[in-house]
């Protein structure tokens, strides 16, 4: 079992910068790969960011390429998704999980109860 814990959210103006962090509780963190998703009202959950465990492979939804960066810091347990150059369209509840699969956008086993980012135009 692991727990995540989401921090970081909050309300910045268009065009500024975030960084949310997700805690977690097992000391196994290094063999599970790690991603992050949103929601926004009345919309579907959606991928934005996964890292791999091993080699650290990340991938982006096309839509925060070159604007969202996903990292890891196994010592710390703790994943991060820093969010530049922030849209109104990117304000949603930012959800981190967890997998043991080495890379995946859709099949998550451990999720967090997520953090409200809000972008304000």
């Known amino acids: 079992q692991v727990q995540l814990v989401e921090s970081g959210g909050g309300l910045v103006q268009a065009g500024g910068s975030l960084r949310v962090s997700c805690l977690a509780s097992?000391?196994?963190?290094?063999?599970?790969?790690l991603g992050w998703f949103r929601q926004a009202p009345g919309k579907e959950r959606e991928f934005v960011a996964a890292i791999s465990w091993g080699n650290y492979r990340a991938e982006y939804a096309d839509s925060v390429k070159g604007r969202f960066t996903i990292s890891r810091d196994n010592a710390k347990n703790t994943v991060y998704l820093q969010k530049n150059s922030l849209k109104p369209e990117d304000t949603a509840v930012y959800y981190c999980a967890a997998t043991t699969a080495f890379m995946s956008r859709t099949s998550y086993d451990y999720w967090g109860q997520g953090t409200q980012v809000t972008v304000s135009s």
């Open positions: 097992r000391r196994t963190f290094s063999t599970y790969s």
